[in-house]
């Protein structure tokens, strides 16, 4: 028989996201509204290891809906990846009468609370916030949806320069290991090309791509790369290479680097957070643990950490090829 849940604790791992915020008050204010009591831990896991906590209620958390961060704060704690670290963490929780978790970042964040979970029997419930909207289990993540609206802005404003005085520009997004950032603003801002980790086009492929689009008249260009490209060390290298090869471009690099992740949230991404976080205090409520709540097909649905862990959310394909065709 399920353990009562009385106590849900809450927290915000890894890189921060738009939309956080509007997660920790739907926990709170769910938990309020279930009669259950919140306690939030600051810095995630280090929080956690450190007995840094606070208790919320409804009123806590009154007026961050629109805020971008965390109030929570967030950290990456290499003590948590050790028995000793995550010891400290389960004493912690149990001096907080914390019965169950819900826990809010990336994969990551995932990883750590399916070791803790298995290791002291705390029931956690995880929930997607990152705006590289790399997780398996969910068609997107707290975050992603603001970070591309941020993109789009720029890249909208760096377009009216490069048109103005002719020029190339190479903007750089985030997205270490996932292309999506880079491949949907490169669509939706009108990218000459998109460079990104999951397809590796090769240099040949672009310097084809940039003299094909000076052969059509256009007097300047937007190449959108995600920071994980493959085809040069960074984005500084691919801006040298085609200006040793293509002299009649001006070329100039723009680095947006975390500027995407400040910001408010988007109302799809308050939205999102709010959806998710009450479904994951209710989910514990009912006896659930070791899973991962997700938007799939605009429901929310429920993925093991297991199987989230291991699957992949895979590129759309079919927008390289768009872009390819109204690059013309």
């Given at each position: 028989?399920?353990k009562?849940?009385?106590?849900?604790?809450?927290?915000?791992?890894?890189?921060?996201?738009?939309?956080?915020?509007?997660a920790?008050?739907?926990?709170?204010?769910a938990?309020?509204?279930?009669?259950?009591?919140?306690?939030?831990?600051?810095?995630?896991?280090?929080?956690?290891?450190?007995?840094d906590?606070?208790?919320?209620n409804?009123?806590?958390?009154?007026?961050?809906?629109?805020?971008?961060?965390?109030?929570?704060k967030?950290?990456?704690?290499?003590?948590?990846?050790?028995?000793?670290?995550?010891?400290?963490a389960?004493?912690?929780?149990t001096e907080?009468?914390?019965?169950?978790?819900?826990?809010?970042?990336?994969?990551?964040?995932?990883?750590?609370?399916q070791?803790?979970?298995?290791?002291?029997?705390?029931?956690?419930?995880?929930?997607?916030?990152?705006?590289?909207n790399?997780?398996?289990?969910?068609?997107?993540?707290i975050?992603?949806d603001?970070?591309?609206?941020?993109?789009?802005?720029?890249?909208?404003?760096?377009?009216?320069?490069?048109?103005?005085?002719?020029?190339?520009f190479?903007?750089?997004?985030?997205?270490?290991?996932?292309?999506?950032?880079?491949?949907n603003?490169?669509v939706?801002?009108?990218?000459e090309?998109?460079?990104?980790?999951?397809e590796?086009?090769?240099?040949?492929?672009?310097?084809?791509?940039l003299?094909?689009?000076?052969?059509s008249?256009?007097?300047?260009?937007?190449?959108?790369?995600?920071?994980?490209?493959k085809?040069?060390?960074?984005?500084?290298?691919?801006?040298?290479?085609?200006?040793?090869?293509?002299p009649?471009?001006?070329?100039?690099?723009?680095?947006?680097?975390?500027?995407?992740r400040?910001?408010?949230?988007?109302?799809?991404?308050?939205?999102?957070?709010?959806?998710?976080?009450?479904k994951?205090?209710?989910?514990?409520?009912?006896?659930?643990?070791?899973?991962?709540?997700?938007?799939?097909?605009?429901?929310v649905?429920?993925?093991?950490?297991?199987?989230?862990?291991?699957?992949t959310?895979?590129?759309n394909?079919?927008?390289?090829?768009?872009?390819?065709?109204?690059?013309?």
């Open positions: 028989m399920a009562e849940i009385r106590t849900i604790g809450v927290m915000t791992s890894g890189g921060d996201a738009p939309g956080m915020n509007a920790i008050r739907a926990v709170a204010r938990c309020a509204y279930y009669n259950v009591k919140c306690i939030g831990f600051y810095r995630g896991y280090q929080g956690m290891i450190e007995g906590y606070c208790v919320m409804a009123r806590s958390v009154r007026n961050i809906i629109s805020q971008g961060g965390t109030i929570l967030s950290a990456r704690s290499e003590d948590f990846r050790t028995p000793e670290g995550r010891k400290k389960a004493t912690h929780l907080a009468g914390v019965d169950a978790m819900v826990l809010i970042g990336g994969d990551g964040t995932f990883r750590g609370g070791i803790f979970s298995q290791e002291y029997e705390i029931p956690v419930i995880g929930v997607p916030g990152t705006i590289d790399d997780i398996a289990g969910t068609n997107f993540t975050g992603y603001t970070a591309l609206n941020t993109v789009i802005d720029a890249i909208d404003k760096i377009r009216d320069t490069a048109s103005s005085h002719n020029r190339l190479f903007i750089e997004v985030m997205g270490r290991d996932a292309g999506f950032i880079a491949l603003s490169g939706g801002a009108g990218a090309e998109i460079l990104i980790p999951e590796d086009l090769g240099l040949d492929r672009l310097l084809e791509s003299k094909r689009s000076k052969r008249g256009k007097s300047s260009s937007i190449v959108v790369v995600s920071e994980g490209d085809i040069g060390k960074n984005v500084y290298q691919l801006a040298d290479y085609v200006t040793e090869n293509l009649d471009y001006d070329v100039r690099v723009t680095v947006l680097g975390h500027m995407q400040g910001g408010s949230p988007s109302c799809f991404d308050r939205t999102l957070a709010s959806r998710l976080c009450v994951a205090v209710e989910l514990l409520l009912d006896g659930e643990k070791n899973v991962m709540v997700g938007l799939i097909n605009n429901k649905a429920t993925t093991s950490f297991d199987d989230g862990l291991s699957g959310h895979e590129i394909k079919e927008l390289l090829r768009i872009s390819d065709i109204l690059s013309t």
